[in-house]
């Protein structure tokens, strides 16, 4: 059974730094993409940010470049964001997703909730001005 646990998130003041964890379980191949997303109520789930468990490579939505970076520890399933110069926009419940197998579209429509697989349960990062 395919599990996803995050942890990480908290309360934070704009200009701070908080790094999310995705521990994954469950499940055992490289051909995977392991992303993350955010929600605020009302709103549509937003996509983050994305890596490729095969080589690493990454993505990230326009307005998370330059401030968001996704990692990846093979060793440990689990893959972290690190968040720096937050702002109180970034305020939302962060989800932790898996898609199973290898994806032949753009990284862009890859980041769309359609196309994951697996979620986590949410974390909750609050960034207050």
């Known amino acids: 059974q395919v599990q996803l646990v995050e942890s990480g998130g908290g309360s934070v003041q704009a200009g701070g730094s908080l790094r999310l964890s995705c521990a994954a379980s469950?499940?055992?191949?490289?051909?995977?993409?392991m992303a993350w997303f955010r929600q605020v109520p009302g709103k549509e789930r937003e996509g983050v940010a994305a890596i490729y468990a095969g080589d690493g490579n990454t993505y990230y939505a326009d307005s998370m470049k330059g401030r968001f970076t996704i990692s990846q520890n093979n060793a440990k399933n689990t893959v972290y964001l690190q968040m720096n110069s937050l702002k109180p926009v970034d305020t939302a419940t962060y989800y932790c997703a898996l898609r199973l197998g290898w994806y032949g579209g753009s990284w862009d429509s890859l980041l769309s909730p359609r196309q994951m697989d697996y979620w986590g349960q949410g974390t909750q990062v609050t960034v207050s001005s």
């Open positions: 469950g499940y055992f191949s490289s051909t995977n993409y």
